[in-house]
T-cell receptor, first 113, second 110 residues
Framework: GAVVSQHPSWVICKSGTSVKIECRSL??????MFWYRQFPKQSLMLMAT?????????EQGVEKDKFLINHASLTLSTLTVTSAHPEDSSFYIC?????????FGQGTRLTVV | GENVEQHPSTLSVQEGDSAVIKCTYS??????FPWYKQELGKRPQLIID?????GEKKDQRIAVTLNKTAKHFSLHITETQPEDSAVYFC?????????FGPGTRLSVLP
């Protein structure tokens, strides 16, 4: 199967700062990657679809200016949480599709203090 | 768009018993139905999948059934073990578009 690597696996930041999360497809090219947010004991909530070389597509209710997505290459998408607040604390996870199967990164646990 | 419902939201079974999780989907064009297992703090991992041209698929203690007419599919785990305890997600997919169910927290009691 394919491997999707996400970094960092956990991060603690102060309120008002920005945090960047990277998602890499290690052994395949992904023109599209997906970013999810997961609250404790809840499902995967799709935040946005990251498209290589073009703008990301955001789900309704997700602030595009707060959650900046960049997909500059076929193997890397980044999610930047800008001006983080404690309510942004969550588990963020990316995925990419390879041969019609979804592969997930390890996830990033963000804690904003 | 596609909507996936999943039941139950929580399920507790005794070790050795069977567990069944059911999902329904709304878009008849969906043609791929994977099931993922997510352990606490880890990434979801594919455990079994089924395509729309197949009615049933089995892999050791895990099986999935699909009823295209009724637009529902189910995960069956037999002879459950404590290590089966996790959150299970179903999904319905067309191409690269995946819609996930809300998840089922399965607890296998020793």
């Amino acid at each position: 199967g394919a491997v999707v690597s996400q970094h960092p696996s956990w991060v603690i930041c102060k309120s008002g700062t920005s945090v960047k999360i990277e998602c890499r497809s290690l052994d395949f090219q992904a023109t599209t990657m997906f970013w999810y947010r997961q609250f404790p004991k809840q499902s995967l909530m799709l935040m946005a679809t990251s498209n290589e070389g073009s703008k990301a597509t955001y789900e309704q209710g997700v602030e595009k200016d707060k959650f900046l997505i960049n997909h500059a290459s076929l193997t890397l998408s980044t999610l930047t949480v800008t001006s983080a607040h404690p309510e942004d604390s969550s588990f963020y996870i990316c995925s990419a599709i390879w041969r019609y199967e979804a592969f997930f990164g390890q996830g990033t646990r963000l804690t904003v203090v | 768009g596609e909507n996936v419902e999943q039941h139950p939201s929580t399920l507790s079974v005794q070790e050795g018993d069977s567990a069944v999780i059911k999902c329904t989907y709304s878009d008849s064009a969906s043609n791929y139905f994977p099931w993922y297992k997510q352990e606490l703090g880890k990434r979801p991992q594919l455990i079994i999948d089924i395509r729309s041209n197949v009615g049933e698929k089995k892999d050791q203690r895990i099986a999935v059934t699909l009823n295209k007419t009724a637009k529902h599919f189910s995960l069956h785990i037999t002879e459950t073990q404590p290590e089966d305890s996790a959150v299970y997600f179903c999904a319905a997919s067309i191409g690269q578009n995946f819609v996930f169910g809300p998840g089922t927290r399965l607890s296998v009691l020793p």
